[in-house]
C-alpha cells in the first residue's frame, strides 16, 4: 500500500503491488511473513531482514484493525563497523551533511519513540482492562438491586431521585419514570407533621450518620402504609455528601416471613454493594 522513503532509499529494490516475502523474513519474533500472523503480535519488537543483502530493520508492527493494515515503524539494525559504512554509503544522497553521529543519534531517537510508544499502548491497554472490570463490578452490583425484595431509592445530594429498583415500583405503585426527578417528600409524605420525620433523617444523614426507623408512606393513588427504611449518605474523597440512598421493607412484608437474627442483614448486605462498586 505505501513505502516510507527512507526504505525506499536503503532498500531501491522495493516495489509497490509486490509480495513483501521476496524481499524480507522475519528474523524476530518467530512468524511467517503472512498478515494474520504479524498482527497477533503486535507487542513483540520486529527484526526484518532483507534477502538481498541481509540488512536488518528493528522496530515496531501497528495494527489498525478497523481498516485492515499493519504498519513496520522501525530504523536500520547497527551491527558493526562494516554495516556502518555500508549505510553511510546508502544514505550519500542526503540533503545535509552532517556526520554520521548525528544521524545515529537521530535512529537512536526513533529507538526510544517506539519503546515510549509501546509502553503508552501497554499503559492504554491495562486501563481499558481496569475501566471494564468496573464497568462489570457496577453491573454486578445493578443485577443484585434490581432483584432485591427490598425498595432500593438513590437521590443527588439535593434528594432529586436518580434511580429506584423493580422492588420500589413493586411496593409503591410508581413506576422508574414517574419516579425520576421527584422527591421523597413530595412522593410519600401524606401529612404536614409527617415533614418534621424527613427533617429529622436530613439532620442525621448530613453529619455522615445512617438513619433507621419507621416512615409512613403512600402508594400510588393515595393507600397508606408503613414501611420500615434505612438512609445513609454517599460521601466522595473531600467527605462531601454526594448522594443519599434509602433502603425500604413493607412492615408487612416482615411480618409474613421469619425474622432473621439480623434484621438489618439485607440491608447492610446492599449497603456494602454500594461501597464496593466504582460508581459514586
Not at 28 to 35: D, M, Q, S
Not at 79 to 103: A, C, M, V, W
Not at 226 to 239: C, G, I, K, L, R
Request: aromatic share 8%; glycine share 6%; with cysteine.
Amino acid at each position: 500500500m505505501h513505502l516510507g522513503e527512507a526504505m525506499l532509499r536503503l532498500c531501491p529494490g522495493l516495489e509497490l503491488g509486490k509480495a513483501l516475502d521476496q524481499f524480507f523474513w522475519v528474523k524476530h519474533p518467530n512468524v511467517p511473513l503472512e498478515f494474520d500472523a504479524i498482527s497477533r503480535e503486535t507487542k513483540s519488537l520486529f527484526l526484518l531482514e532483507a534477502l538481498h543483502d541481509h540488512q536488518q530493520f528493528k522496530g515496531q508492527i501497528l495494527h489498525n484493525e478497523r481498516k485492515g493494515l499493519i504498519f513496520f515503524l522501525g530504523s536500520p539494525w547497527i551491527s558493526d563497523n562494516d554495516d556502518l559504512k555500508t549505510l553511510g554509503h546508502k544514505l550519500t544522497d542526503r540533503p545535509s551533511k552532517e556526520s554520521i553521529s548525528d544521524f545515529l543519534l537521530l535512529i537512536q531517537a526513533r529507538g526510544t519513540t517506539l519503546s515510549d510508544t509501546r509502553r503508552l499502548a501497554e499503559k492504554l491497554a491495562k486501563q481499558r482492562s481496569e475501566m471494564q472490570k468496573a464497568v462489570r463490578k457496577a453491573e454486578l452490583a445493578t443485577a443484585v438491586l434490581e432483584q432485591a425484595a427490598d425498595a432500593v431509592e438513590v437521590t443527588d445530594a439535593d434528594f432529586q431521585i436518580l434511580y429506584v429498583n423493580k422492588a420500589f415500583e413493586r411496593i409503591t405503585g410508581f413506576s422508574r419514570d414517574e419516579a425520576l426527578g421527584k422527591t421523597p417528600l413530595s412522593l410519600f409524605c401524606t401529612e404536614p407533621h409527617e415533614q418534621a420525620i424527613y427533617e429529622e433523617i436530613q439532620q442525621v444523614i448530613a453529619k455522615g450518620e445512617i438513619w433507621q426507623g419507621i416512615l409512613q408512606g403512600k402508594r400510588k393513588g393515595g393507600v397508606s402504609y408503613q414501611h420500615e427504611a434505612t438512609v445513609f449518605p454517599v460521601q466522595n474523597s473531600m467527605d462531601a455528601m454526594t448522594n443519599i440512598v434509602t433502603i425500604k421493607r413493607e412492615l408487612s412484608d416482615r411480618k409474613s416471613s421469619p425474622a432473621p437474627e439480623d434484621p438489618g442483614g439485607s440491608l447492610s448486605l446492599l449497603q456494602t454493594t454500594f461501597e464496593a462498586t466504582a460508581d459514586g
